[in-house]
Structure formats: structure tokens, C-alpha cells
């Protein structure tokens, strides 16, 4: 059987509708803004296009699910080289959001860090970077996030 | 009787003295293995690593266990690598698997398909190994108590977000050397710094003595060091392809841009890659694509090479065997200023792409993944790892394990760029999927042969390569939805069971959401890519 996005975000759509607020309608309202960040995209330019899922964020009061809202939302933005402000707010909502052992934690620290060096704020980039550094010092990644510390002020890769 | 019926009797006499020798040796073993009071748990774990020692180390390592947990037995399964892999897909369709598994594959499809037959130990990742009670590591996570964090291409599924798999042990890729005879050519022990001077190594072992070789090569060798080479040669090109912004790079992403139109094989850094593979072959010994990697160690131990890439898991055999001295160097990588090789590097470059090593996985099937999770916590503590490195003579995968004196030269350096994603990163000879590598691998010829080069390895690579791209991305990403739907059934399922459960399909929800929104992103790459 052939997948059909279109009468699965229809079928996400009623159940997001009946505004239960359970874990299938939370479950629901993520699949439904992955469709739409994806295969069934909002008509208009790109922006526009990712812009359109943003209200579904305050269909849910749920932590976890807004984390996850937050999460692919970004995850969508910088796949398509998005790296405004927009990019940074959701990268670091999920963040915030992140417990210290999920294993996602080590790439928004590094993501927030790197979107934010792109937005012109170092501080902020620091801040991160340095918190990598002290909570993963055996990550692969260490190197480069320590370079990438070091030479905030100009060009990375040096 | 006649001396010829004489000579038939005494060899059959020999041989049926043998049989019934090894035959009273089984029944004992038997014996001794089914005597005393039957255990109530039966660990059994499954690995290919035959090398000497390994199975005594391994032996050894279960004894103490045992000896610390009476009611349980451990046992052994030390499959030859030939067959290892029909064995293993045997046991997954009888249902036979043992609890414990060493699997490495660089096949993406292989890894794709590693969730259906083996459980995510994400949950005992994140707790304390209780073994390391009262060393340095007490109160550490297990994860974090492996040289790598546990993270490695094998141990954590980038794909799944979970940790899968632990390593016992550590390995380095070297391209190991005859010390007594680069000091006779070149009048000093010291091996050549960079790419460049390592081709002039070459021309001075080949006028140092007719015939004498400066790598002796095999297709095995080359399939290991060629794409390590060559993702270091790359990294700081290959980090452009990081649009995700983690440092990071995956196979996935690697090859959407050549599916986009970033890059093909005629983009110069590629040019660049094809020209380091045709120079690195150049030094190895002719036809090396034809041998195996007994016969390369063969010609370096008789001195008929001055080196050989390996990785440090036959150091122990090499050093048993050689009448010289050994010597190592890294993977000689090109100055930036190199103008037919260079640019391309971020220097310096780690170890880290290989990370810990002979991952063990849980199998989905075993009936006691808890008292098989013990286990793996002990091989891998403080005590259990020592024990194990010293008797195989392999380095340690923990940290704070000591590392033979003798192995210090080759402990891994993990203090440089690595920016090739954990799991699946891009590997120019390994490709996106099995018909990528086919395709390098079957016309390597061509870069090699005198009527061949660069040129023409590319024009024949050309006329399939987008194709070939699309076919494994297609697969790969048809293997990734099946594995979705899969799992979204089982972590539903497990929201209505207890708290703990609820709590770990929350969290597994979350790398579920990923990579269904990867999946699709890349889905609509192949979908504008196809005509």
C-alpha cells in the first residue's frame, strides 16, 4: 500500500480537532507538523511555507510535545539553511526543554552555538560551546567545538 | 606383511588413535561443561574475533564472572568471519540468537536493518556501570565511562538517536612499519610527516633494493584505509555539507548534495580524492586488489615491504612473528599547500572516526537481556576491561583502563577535527549503499592500471554514479520507513503500560519525530532528483 500523506494529515487533523490534549492527539498534532514542514507544505515561498506550522505550538499544553514541535520545526528550518532568529528561538525552546540525559542534548548545544555565531552573538555562542565542553569533554566533537570556541571572533574552520 | 600394508597400518592405526583421542576429549569437555548444579541463567554471546588469544581472554573474562555470579553460566560462541555472517542471519531465523553479539558492518543497509534484531540500551546508558563501585567511575553513566562517551559509528545509531551496542575494546588504523629498514634507507628512524614526503619515502624504498615494496597492499587493506584517508584528506570540504549546523556529517546529507547539484566527481575536491586513492595504490604492492590481507602480512613480515596499514588488533600476532622492530605512523595527510592533494584537510585530524571497537550487541530474542546487560557491565568496568585488555593484548575501551606500555604508540588520538557523522558517515569507497561501493570497488582496476588514472576512472564512474545514488538512497530510505512504522507501534503501545515504559517512549518519541521529518526532507531530495 501506497503511503498517502493527505488522508493521514486528515485523519491527524480530527483528532487534533477534538483538542483532547492526550497522548494520541499530542502524537498526532507532531505527525501532522512533520507533513506539513515536509510533503505537504503550505502554498507560498519556503518561509512561508514553514511559517504556517508554527500555530499548531499552541495547541498543546504539553511540555514534551511542544519540545518535539520545537524540535523538528527547527530541524526543518536548518535542513533548508534557515539560520535567522526564527531557527535560534525553537533550537533553544527545545533545548530548555531537553533532559540532561537525552541524547539530543549534545547537538542543540552545538546547534544553538552555531546558528547563534551565524546570527552575530557570540556570548551566547560561548555560552554553549562551553557548556558542551564541560558536560561531553570525551565527545568526538570536543576538538572542534574547543577550536570552534577559540576562533569565535573570526572564521571557523580556521 | 609387506612394508607398503605396514605403512597403510601404522597411518590408520595414527589416525584412529586421534579420533578416539579428540573424541574422549569432547565427552570430558562435556562433562565438565553439564556437571555440577544446572545454572538458572545461560548467557550466550557470539564473536568472530579468532585471533590468538582472544578466545582465552574472552574465557577468562566469563570465569571471573561466573566466579562472582554462581547462578549464572557464560558462554562462548567464536564463529570463523567467513561464515560469520550466513551463521548469524541463520540463528536470527530460527530464533537461536545468542543474547550478546559482536556485529560491525560499514554497509548502511546492515545498519539500517540492526533495530530489528537488537534492543536499544539507551535506559542502562544513562545509569551508573555498578561495577565501578568505589574506582574513579562510580556514579558515572555507563556511556560515559567508554573512551569515546560511547558514541562511535557502531555503538550509538545516530538514525534512532539510541545507544545499541558497547565496545570492549579500542583500535587504532596505522600503517605500521620496519624500523631497521627505514633506518637502513633513509638513515633515520623517523617515518615521513606528510602525504607529500611519504610518496618520496616511496621512490627511496623502490631504488633501495629491486623488487622491495613500500606498502604491501590487499584489497582488505585498502577497503580499511582508503576511506578513512580520504574523509580526513576532505573534512573541511565535507563540512560544508553540515546544514543541520552539528559538526556533523552524514551520508545522508553528504549525498543529497551531489543529488541537488553541490557536487559530482568532477568538483575538485572529488578530483582531489580520486588523485590521493591513485597515489596512495601507486605505493602498494602491483595487483594488491587481487590479494588478501594474509598474504600483505606475509611479505612485510618477510621483509619484502617496508610497511603495511593495519589496524592494531594484529599488532600482537605481527609482534610475536617479526625479526625486527615495528614501528607506526598515522595516515600521512596532505599540507594545505600541496597543490595536487592539499586544501582540503582540517588539520590536525582525529582517531575519532573509529572510536571504541568489537561492538556487542543485545540480541531482541534473549530471554534474560537484564542478567546479558550484567554482563556487558562487568566486561566493560574498571576491573573486567583491565582483565580483558591485558589477556588479549588489545587496548581498553574505558577510560582510566591502563594501556599496555607497548600499545602506547598506537593509542588512539583523539585530539583533532572529526567531522563525519557517528554512524553513517559519508565514505567515498563504501558510497551511500552496497551499489555504491560496488561501483568504486569493481572499477578500482581502472584507477590502477598503467592505461588508466584519474581520468578515466572518473569518466566510467560517471556514467552510473547518480543513478547508483539514487537506487541506494531508495533503499536506504524505504528500509528507514519500514523501521518507522515499526517502532511508532511499539512505543505506542508502550504509552499505556507503566510510568518507566510511558517515560522511555517519550523519549524514544523524540528521536522517532526526527528521523520521520529526515526521512521525508530526504524523500523529497530523491523525489526532484529522479527524471
Same mark, same amino acid.
Given at each position: 500500500?501506497?503511503?498517502?500523506?493527505?488522508?493521514?494529515?486528515?485523519?491527524?487533523?480530527?483528532?487534533?480537532?477534538?483538542?483532547?490534549?492526550?497522548?494520541?492527539?499530542?502524537?498526532?498534532?507532531?505527525?501532522?507538523?512533520?507533513?506539513?514542514?515536509?510533503?505537504?507544505?503550505?502554498?507560498?515561498?519556503?518561509?512561508?511555507?514553514?511559517?504556517?506550522?508554527?500555530?499548531?505550538?499552541?495547541?498543546?499544553?504539553?511540555?514534551?510535545?511542544?519540545?518535539?514541535?520545537?524540535?523538528?520545526?527547527?530541524?526543518?528550518?536548518?535542513?533548508?539553511?534557515?539560520?535567522?532568529?526564527?531557527?535560534?528561538?525553537?533550537?533553544?525552546?527545545?533545548?530548555?526543554?531537553?533532559?540532561?540525559?537525552?541524547?539530543?542534548?549534545?547537538?542543540?548545544?552545538?546547534?544553538?552555538?552555531?546558528?547563534?555565531?551565524?546570527?552575530?552573538?557570540?556570548?551566547?555562542?560561548?555560552?554553549?560551546?562551553?557548556?558542551?565542553?564541560?558536560?561531553?569533554?570525551?565527545?568526538?566533537?570536543?576538538?572542534?567545538?574547543?577550536?570552534?570556541?577559540?576562533?569565535?571572533?573570526?572564521?571557523?574552520?580556521? | 606383511?609387506?612394508?607398503?600394508?605396514?605403512?597403510?597400518?601404522?597411518?590408520?592405526?595414527?589416525?584412529?588413535?586421534?579420533?578416539?583421542?579428540?573424541?574422549?576429549?569432547?565427552?570430558?569437555?562435556?562433562?565438565?561443561?553439564?556437571?555440577?548444579?544446572?545454572?538458572?541463567?545461560?548467557?550466550?554471546?557470539?564473536?568472530?574475533?579468532?585471533?590468538? @588469544?582472544?578466545?582465552?581472554?574472552?574465557?577468562?573474562?566469563?570465569?571471573? !564472572?561466573?566466579?562472582?555470579?554462581?547462578?549464572?553460566?557464560?558462554?562462548?560462541?567464536?564463529?570463523?568471519?567467513?561464515?560469520?555472517?550466513?551463521?548469524?542471519?541463520?540463528?536470527?531465523?530460527?530464533?537461536?540468537?545468542?543474547?550478546?553479539?559482536?556485529?560491525?558492518? +560499514?554497509?548502511?543497509?546492515?545498519?539500517?536493518?540492526?533495530?530489528?534484531?537488537?534492543?536499544?540500551?539507551?535506559?542502562?546508558?544513562?545509569?551508573?556501570?555498578?561495577?565501578?563501585?568505589?574506582?574513579?567511575?562510580?556514579?558515572?553513566?555507563?556511556?560515559?565511562?567508554?573512551?569515546?562517551?560511547?558514541?562511535?559509528? +557502531?555503538?550509538?545509531?545516530?538514525?534512532?538517536?539510541?545507544? !545499541?551496542?558497547?565496545?570492549? =575494546?579500542?583500535?587504532? %588504523?596505522?600503517?605500521?612499519?620496519?624500523?631497521?629498514?627505514?633506518?637502513?634507507?633513509?638513515?633515520?628512524?623517523?617515518?615521513?610527516?606528510?602525504?607529500?614526503?611519504?610518496?618520496?619515502?616511496?621512490?627511496?624504498?623502490?631504488?633501495?633494493?629491486?623488487?622491495?615494496?613500500?606498502?604491501?597492499?590487499?584489497?582488505?587493506?585498502?577497503?580499511?584505509?582508503?576511506?578513512?584517508?580520504?574523509?580526513?584528506?576532505?573534512?573541511?570540504?565535507?563540512?560544508?555539507?553540515?546544514?543541520?549546523?552539528?559538526?556533523?556529517?552524514?551520508?545522508?546529507?553528504?549525498?543529497?548534495? %551531489?543529488?541537488?547539484?553541490?557536487?559530482?566527481?568532477?568538483?575538485?575536491?572529488?578530483?582531489?580524492?580520486?588523485?590521493? %586513492?591513485?597515489?596512495?595504490?601507486?605505493?602498494?604492492?602491483?595487483?594488491?586488489?587481487?590479494?588478501?590481507?594474509?598474504?600483505?602480512?606475509?611479505?612485510?613480515?618477510?621483509?619484502?615491504?617496508?610497511?603495511?596499514?593495519? @589496524?592494531?588488533?594484529?599488532?600482537?600476532?605481527?609482534?610475536?612473528?617479526?625479526?625486527?622492530?615495528?614501528?607506526?605512523?598515522?595516515?600521512?595527510?596532505?599540507?594545505?599547500?600541496?597543490?595536487?592533494?592539499?586544501? !582540503?584537510?582540517?588539520?590536525?585530524?582525529?582517531?575519532?572516526?573509529?572510536?571504541?571497537?568489537?561492538?556487542? !550487541?543485545?540480541?531482541?530474542?534473549?530471554?534474560?537481556?537484564?542478567?546479558?546487560?550484567?554482563?556487558?557491565?562487568?566486561?566493560?568496568?574498571?576491573?573486567?576491561?583491565?582483565?580483558?585488555?591485558?589477556?588479549?593484548?588489545? %587496548?581498553?575501551?574505558?577510560?582510566?583502563?591502563?594501556?599496555?606500555?607497548?600499545?602506547?604508540?598506537?593509542?588512539?588520538?583523539?585530539?583533532?577535527?572529526?567531522?563525519?557523522?557517528?554512524?553513517?558517515?559519508?565514505?567515498?569507497?563504501? @558510497?551511500?549503499?552496497?551499489?555504491?561501493?560496488?561501483?568504486?570497488?569493481?572499477?578500482?582496476?581502472?584507477?590502477?592500471?598503467?592505461?588508466?588514472?584519474?581520468?578515466?576512472?572518473?569518466?566510467?564512474?560517471?556514467?552510473?554514479?547518480?543513478?547508483?545514488?539514487?537506487?541506494?538512497?531508495?533503499?536506504?530510505?524505504?528500509?528507514?520507513?519500514?523501521?518507522?512504522?515499526?517502532?511508532?507501534?511499539?512505543? =505506542?503501545?508502550?504509552?499505556?503500560?507503566?510510568?518507566?515504559?510511558?517515560?522511555?517512549?517519550?523519549?524514544?518519541?523524540?528521536?522517532?519525530?526526527?528521523?520521520?521529518?529526515?526521512?521525508?526532507?530526504?524523500?523529497?531530495?530523491?523525489?526532484?532528483?529522479?527524471?
Amino acid at each position: 500500500m501506497a503511503p498517502d500523506p493527505r488522508a493521514a494529515a486528515a485523519e491527524y487533523e480530527r483528532l487534533v480537532a477534538t483538542g483532547a490534549d492526550d497522548a494520541w492527539c499530542r502524537l498526532a498534532l507532531i505527525k501532522l507538523a512533520i507533513l506539513r514542514l515536509t510533503v505537504l507544505r503550505a502554498p507560498g515561498p519556503l518561509p512561508a511555507q514553514l511559517a504556517a506550522v508554527e500555530p499548531l505550538l499552541a495547541r498543546t499544553a504539553d511540555i514534551a510535545t511542544q519540545h518535539d514541535l520545537h524540535l523538528v520545526i527547527s530541524e526543518a528550518r536548518m535542513n533548508h539553511e534557515i539560520y535567522d532568529a526564527i531557527t535560534l528561538g525553537h533550537l533553544q525552546a527545545a533545548l530548555a526543554s531537553t533532559a540532561a540525559t537525552d541524547t539530543t542534548r549534545a547537538d542543540l548545544l552545538i546547534q544553538v552555538a552555531r546558528v547563534a555565531t551565524l546570527l552575530g552573538n557570540p556570548a551566547l555562542a560561548r555560552e554553549h560551546y562551553q557548556l558542551f565542553l564541560r558536560d561531553y569533554p570525551q565527545e568526538r566533537r570536543a576538538f572542534t567545538v574547543g577550536e570552534a570556541l577559540a576562533h569565535l571572533g573570526g572564521a571557523f574552520p580556521p | 606383511m609387506n612394508p607398503q600394508r605396514r605403512t597403510l597400518f601404522i597411518a590408520l592405526s595414527l589416525l584412529a588413535i586421534g579420533y578416539l583421542a579428540s573424541l574422549g576429549y569432547i565427552i570430558r569437555q562435556r562433562r565438565a561443561a553439564t556437571q555440577g548444579p544446572r545454572p538458572a541463567v545461560v548467557i550466550r554471546f557470539a564473536h568472530w574475533q579468532l585471533e590468538s @588469544g582472544m578466545r582465552e581472554a574472552f574465557d577468562l573474562t566469563a570465569r571471573r !564472572y561466573m566466579a562472582l555470579h554462581p547462578e549464572v553460566r557464560v558462554e562462548q560462541y567464536a564463529i570463523p568471519g567467513r561464515v560469520y555472517r550466513q551463521w548469524l542471519s541463520t540463528q536470527i531465523a530460527a530464533g537461536t540468537v545468542p543474547d550478546l553479539v559482536c556485529f560491525n558492518s +560499514t554497509d548502511q543497509t546492515d545498519v539500517n536493518q540492526l533495530p530489528r534484531n537488537f534492543s536499544s540500551i539507551t535506559r542502562w546508558m544513562n545509569e551508573p556501570n555498578p561495577y565501578n563501585a568505589g574506582t574513579r567511575l562510580a556514579g558515572v553513566p555507563w556511556r560515559l565511562t567508554f573512551l569515546d562517551g560511547g558514541r562511535n559509528r +557502531t555503538t550509538y545509531l545516530d538514525q534512532y538517536r539510541n545507544y !545499541y551496542a558497547v565496545g570492549l =575494546a579500542s583500535h587504532s %588504523m596505522r600503517i605500521f612499519y620496519n624500523r631497521d629498514l627505514l633506518r637502513a634507507i633513509t638513515g633515520s628512524d623517523e617515518p615521513p610527516r606528510d602525504f607529500r614526503a611519504w610518496l618520496e619515502l616511496g621512490k627511496k624504498v623502490r631504488a633501495y633494493r629491486p623488487g622491495l615494496v613500500h606498502v604491501a597492499g590487499a584489497h582488505e587493506n585498502t577497503i580499511w584505509v582508503m576511506p578513512t584517508l580520504i574523509n580526513q584528506s576532505l573534512a573541511r570540504w565535507i563540512l560544508t555539507g553540515d546544514h543541520e549546523q552539528r559538526f556533523a556529517v552524514s551520508a545522508l546529507d553528504f549525498f543529497c548534495d %551531489m543529488l541537488e547539484g553541490r557536487w559530482n566527481l568532477r568538483t575538485p575536491p572529488m578530483q582531489a580524492a580520486l588523485r590521493i %586513492m591513485q597515489a596512495f595504490g601507486g605505493e602498494m604492492t602491483p595487483g594488491f586488489l587481487q590479494l588478501d590481507r594474509d598474504s600483505a602480512m606475509r611479505a612485510f613480515m618477510r621483509g619484502e615491504a617496508l610497511s603495511l596499514p593495519n @589496524g592494531t588488533w594484529d599488532y600482537p600476532t605481527m609482534r610475536a612473528t617479526a625479526k625486527f622492530r615495528i614501528g607506526a605512523l598515522r595516515l600521512p595527510l596532505p599540507t594545505p599547500d600541496d597543490p595536487d592533494y592539499g586544501g !582540503y584537510a582540517l588539520l590536525p585530524v582525529s582517531d575519532g572516526g573509529i572510536g571504541t571497537a568489537m561492538p556487542f !550487541y543485545l540480541s531482541r530474542q534473549s530471554q534474560h537481556p537484564e542478567a546479558a546487560i550484567d554482563f556487558l557491565h562487568y566486561v566493560t568496568s574498571v576491573d573486567g576491561n583491565r582483565l580483558f585488555s591485558q589477556a588479549s593484548h588489545w %587496548m581498553p575501551s574505558i577510560i582510566g583502563v591502563e594501556i599496555d606500555p607497548e600499545l602506547q604508540p598506537f593509542r588512539q588520538n583523539n585530539h583533532g577535527y572529526v567531522v563525519t557523522d557517528v554512524q553513517n558517515g559519508p565514505q567515498l569507497l563504501n @558510497g551511500l549503499g552496497a551499489d555504491g561501493t560496488q561501483l568504486f570497488e569493481s572499477n578500482l582496476h581502472i584507477l590502477y592500471s598503467p592505461d588508466g588514472g584519474v581520468e578515466a576512472y572518473t569518466r566510467v564512474l560517471e556514467r552510473d554514479f547518480r543513478a547508483t545514488v539514487i537506487r541506494d538512497l531508495a533503499k536506504t530510505l524505504h528500509i528507514q520507513r519500514e523501521n518507522l512504522r515499526q517502532r511508532d507501534t511499539a512505543l =505506542a503501545a508502550l504509552q499505556f503500560l507503566g510510568p518507566a515504559e510511558q517515560a522511555e517512549s517519550n523519549r524514544q518519541q523524540t528521536s522517532q519525530h526526527l528521523n520521520e521529518i529526515h526521512l521525508y526532507l530526504a524523500e523529497g531530495k530523491l523525489a526532484a532528483a529522479q527524471p
